[in-house]
Structures are given as C-alpha cells and as structure tokens.
C-alpha cells in the first residue's frame, strides 16, 4: 500500500512550480506528503538537463533516496527523463521514468507501479506530440509562489535542448490563465513569479500577449506583488517596460538572458537580437525606473569564443548598468547544433572566464546595493531565520536582513536600507508604522 511521497526539485522555478501542482495532486489521491529525508513510499524526482551537473545530480539524489528507504519506488520525471529516458531507466533503483506530457497523470502510473531488478519502465511519447498546456502554481513552501504561464520553446538555440524537451510553447488564454491567478489570491502568498520557458512568448498561440496578460494581472485584488522570473530581450516590449513603470504591483526588476557580448558569437548561437538591442533595453529601463534591478544570464567558453570575443562580452557588461550575473561555463549537450561544432574551448579556459565575470557580478552588485543606500523600499520577508536575523527581498530585488521578529514573517515592510555587511546584504531599519499586515 502506498501511503506517502516525497519530491526533489532541480533546475528552474517552472519545475518547481510543476512539482508543486503535481504535489497537490497526489495529496488529493490521498497521498501524505513527507519531507525528502523522511522515509517515504515514493520518491519524485523532478530533473532539469540544462548541464550536465544536472544529469549527474539525478544519479545522486537516486541514490540519497534510497537510503532513506531502500524499497521505496523512485519516479523520474522532467526535461532529463524526456530528453534521455533509457539512460535514467538503467539507474539502479529508479522504477519509473516519465516524460514531458505523462508527468501530469502520475498518479495512474503509481496504479500499476511494481518493483523491478532490470530495467525502469518508461513512458515518453514524441515531444512534438505533447502540445497541452498544464497550468500550476507553487504554494506552500516559499512565502512566494511561482506562477506557470507558459510552457515550450520555438526558438532553437544551437546550445540548448530546452525545445527537445518541453516542446513547442504554448499556454492558456489570458481568461483561464486569470482563473488560476486568482486561486493563489485566496491564498495568503504575497508575491507572484510569473514563469515560463519562453515566457515573453505567452499568448502566441491565441492572438494573444504576455503584455495583455501583465495588464490583467494587474487588476486582481489579493495579489500585492509580482515579479517576471525571466524574458528574450527581444520579446522585451518597451510598453512592457513602460507598464512595469507605472504598476505598483509588478516590481522592477528584471531578468534578461544576454549569452554573449559578441555578435558574432550571437548569431553563432542562434539568437534572436544583436548586443545594441540588449544596450536599448537597459538603457529604456533605467530611464524610467533608474533604482530597477536588472540581472543578466551569460555563456562563456562556447565553441568557437577566442580570448578576444570573452573580452568583448567582458568590456560589453562591464560597461552596461546591470546588477548582478547568472554566469555559465559552456557544457556540451547532446542533440545540440553547438556540440557538433569545432574549435573547442578547453574547460580550463571555460573555468577561468566563468571566474572573471562571477567577479565582476559580485562589483556589479556592490555597486547596485551601494546606488541603493539611504532610500527607502518595501520588502517581503520570508519565513528563514539565522543567528537571531531574518531576511526578504526589496521590490527591486535587494536581500535584506534584519533582527529576527516573527511579526514580519510574510509581511510587506517599509525599511530604509542603512548599510551592507560583509555578506553582502543590506541592512535596514524597519518602519513598523507602515507594514501591510497577513488579514
């Protein structure tokens, strides 16, 4: 008898979204959810296959799990059992591997789940076959949720298996998109972070578009904040800059992926813009809102880059005003156009640029949280406490850290940020007059 389950999340916040939904569902079935170190019937494994870290990770949290019930089933789901299901189906203890659509009728699978010695089984059809969208929310484990949106990719970047796979994108109307929004307003979250693969693409499908989607969003009561987790420069629509503007509930901050400072390496990657696109979009957002957060995803060592193309992107973020860096070393990925490519980059070369711009992210980020003192912002704090301190974000995603009160656990508080410590966080002080308080 199956009686409880337990999950594992890696990658990005639209799988945590989806472990979230898919929790709810086997909660409903009757299922008890336990933590991943309790013993557990089941074990849910939700993997990513952005690297191959990722890859490597699922093998060891296979293992992890075991340990903590070694006859307990072990379920695969994800971009990983999509992209490679007879490599996870020969795992030692995993049962079951799902793939991009099957993820979502788990619970029929477990009817008929059996321990087997040899070989997991698999259920996988054609990823161009899987074109429903699944909608889901995250709820429960942070004071924030992660709204899904959007799922699928149609660009085909060279380094990337994302379209391989989750599909071609699609989503919901705005009107049931709005259905799912508003249960999460009758929730006590107070923040929304609208995710997706592609998100900047939502709507393609019905005529429809992520900014018509914003303006909605915007209008429903119970929600205080919303934050877009990332969107393509080129599907950075200045009225959607201009919106974020003017809202008071969608908070400046953004997350554009840049991959390179080349162009050259731009249009060898497959992507949809040119670097002076990317300079338009900071330099229209900073216009407008100049105490907004931008954060930039990066590539370095991809085939081909020479010393001079990484110095090109080097000097090319140095010299934007961005606030902080997701930095990657180029990892080869199979079923890619990059991974067919010559002149590759030796990994020590990778390490070594990876490095350079992690250093510069930590300058740029000083500099940001520097360019913040002495003004005053709201934060959401979260339900984390460490050495007597607590800690939340500012609408322009500054983490804050503060004497623990729990008071403010969930709450949305005025502080004025006073200084940074040696961990980087801004410290405040907290103006307990104007705290928006859990009704």
Same mark, same amino acid.
């Given at each position: 008898?199956?009686?409880?389950?337990?999950?594992?999340?890696?990658?990005? @916040?639209?799988?945590?979204? +989806?472990?979230?939904?898919?929790?709810?569902?086997?909660?409903?079935?009757? $299922?008890?959810?336990?933590?991943?170190?309790? #013993?557990?019937?089941?074990?849910?494994?939700?993997?990513?296959?952005?690297?191959?870290?990722?890859?490597?990770?699922?093998?060891?949290?296979?293992? +992890?799990?075991?340990?903590?019930?070694?006859?307990?089933?072990?379920?695969?789901?994800?971009?990983?059992?999509?992209? /490679?299901?007879?490599?996870?189906?020969?795992?030692?203890?995993?049962?079951?591997?799902?793939?991009?659509?099957?993820?979502?009728?788990? !619970?029929?699978?477990?009817?008929?789940?059996?321990?087997?010695?040899?070989?997991?089984?698999?259920?996988?059809?054609?990823?161009? %076959?899987?074109?429903?969208?699944?909608?889901?929310? #995250?709820?429960?484990?942070?004071?924030?949720?992660?709204? /899904?949106?959007?799922?699928?990719?149609?660009?085909?970047?060279?380094?990337?298996?994302?379209? $391989?796979?989750?599909? @071609? #994108?699609?989503?919901?109307?705005?009107?049931?998109?709005?259905?799912?929004?508003?249960?999460?307003?009758?929730?006590?979250?107070? +923040?929304?972070?609208?995710?997706?693969?592609?998100?900047?693409?939502?709507?393609?499908?019905?005529?429809?578009?992520?900014?018509?989607?914003?303006? %909605?969003?915007?209008?429903?009561?119970?929600?205080?904040? =919303?934050?877009?987790?990332?969107?393509?420069?080129?599907?950075?629509?200045?009225?959607?800059?201009?919106?974020?503007? @003017?809202?008071?509930?969608?908070?400046?901050?953004?997350?554009?992926?840049?991959?390179?400072?080349?162009?050259? !390496?731009? &249009?060898?990657?497959?992507?949809?813009?040119?670097?002076?696109? =990317?300079?338009?979009?900071?330099? /229209? !957002?900073?216009?407008?809102?100049?105490?907004?957060?931008?954060?930039?995803?990066?590539?370095?060592?991809?085939?081909?880059?020479?010393?001079?193309?990484?110095?090109?992107?080097?000097?090319? !973020?140095?010299?934007?005003?961005?606030? =902080?860096?997701?930095?990657?070393?180029?990892?080869?990925?199979?079923?890619?156009?990059?991974? *067919?490519?010559?002149?590759?980059?030796?990994?020590?070369?990778?390490? +070594?640029?990876?490095?350079?711009?992690?250093?510069?992210? %930590? &300058?740029? *980020?000083?500099?940001?949280?520097?360019?913040?003192?002495?003004?005053?912002?709201?934060?959401?704090?979260?339900?984390?406490?460490?050495?007597?301190?607590? =800690?939340?974000?500012?609408?322009?995603?500054? @983490?804050?850290?503060?004497?623990?009160?729990?008071?403010?656990?969930?709450?949305?508080?005025?502080?004025?940020?006073?200084?940074?410590?040696?961990?980087?966080?801004?410290?405040?002080?907290?103006?307990?007059?104007?705290?928006?308080?859990? #009704?």
């Amino acid at each position: 008898m199956l009686n409880s389950v337990a999950f594992y999340t890696l990658g990005c @916040k639209l799988n945590f979204s +989806e472990t979230s939904t898919i929790s709810r569902q086997l909660e409903t079935a009757g $299922l008890v959810k336990k933590e991943f170190t309790d #013993s557990a019937d089941i074990y849910v494994i939700n993997t990513c296959s952005v690297t191959d870290h990722a890859d490597r990770k699922c093998k060891k949290v296979v293992k +992890e799990a075991l340990k903590y019930n070694p006859n307990a089933f072990v379920v695969i789901i994800g971009c990983y059992a999509q992209l /490679k299901p007879n490599e996870i189906a020969n795992i030692p203890g995993v049962d079951l591997v799902l793939g991009a659509a099957e993820k979502f009728n788990l !619970i029929e699978h477990l009817s008929g789940i059996e321990k087997k010695n040899d070989k997991a089984g698999i259920f996988n059809q054609n990823i161009k %076959e899987t074109n429903v969208f699944i909608p889901g929310f #995250s709820i429960g484990d942070r004071t924030r949720s992660f709204l /899904k949106v959007q799922d699928g990719c149609d660009y085909f970047c060279s380094f990337c298996t994302i379209p $391989l796979a989750r599909g @071609k #994108s699609r989503s919901h109307t705005i009107e049931e998109t709005l259905k799912v929004a508003n249960e999460v307003s009758k929730t006590d979250i107070k +923040e929304v972070v609208l995710t997706g693969v592609n998100l900047g693409d939502f709507g393609v499908q019905n005529g429809e578009t992520f900014y018509d989607l914003l303006l %909605e969003l915007d209008k429903i009561e119970g929600i205080d904040r =919303y934050r877009i987790s990332s969107i393509e420069p080129n599907l950075l629509e200045d009225r959607i800059i201009e919106f974020v503007s @003017k809202s008071e509930k969608i908070m400046p901050h953004f997350h554009i992926p840049l991959q390179s400072g080349s162009n050259t !390496i731009l &249009k060898s990657m497959r992507r949809k813009y040119e670097r002076e696109l =990317y300079v338009d979009k900071v330099q /229209k !957002i900073k216009s407008l809102m100049p105490h907004c957060s931008i954060g930039v995803d990066v590539i370095v060592g991809y085939p081909g880059e020479t010393d001079e193309e990484f110095l090109e992107t080097y000097n090319f !973020i140095r010299d934007l005003d961005v606030s =902080y860096l997701h930095v990657f070393p180029y990892s080869e990925r199979a079923q890619t156009t990059a991974a *067919k490519l010559k002149d590759k980059v030796h990994q020590f070369k990778r390490n +070594e640029r990876t490095e350079m711009l992690r250093i510069l992210s %930590e &300058k740029k *980020k000083q500099a940001f949280y520097n360019s913040q003192l002495n003004t005053n912002h709201s934060v959401l704090f979260e339900n984390e406490e460490k050495n007597g301190k607590m =800690y939340g974000f500012t609408d322009n995603y500054i @983490k804050v850290e503060a004497d623990y009160d729990p008071l403010l656990i969930n709450e949305i508080t005025e502080v004025l940020l006073c200084d940074i410590n040696a961990e980087g966080f801004a410290l405040s002080e907290i103006n307990y007059t104007t705290n928006h308080h859990v #009704s």
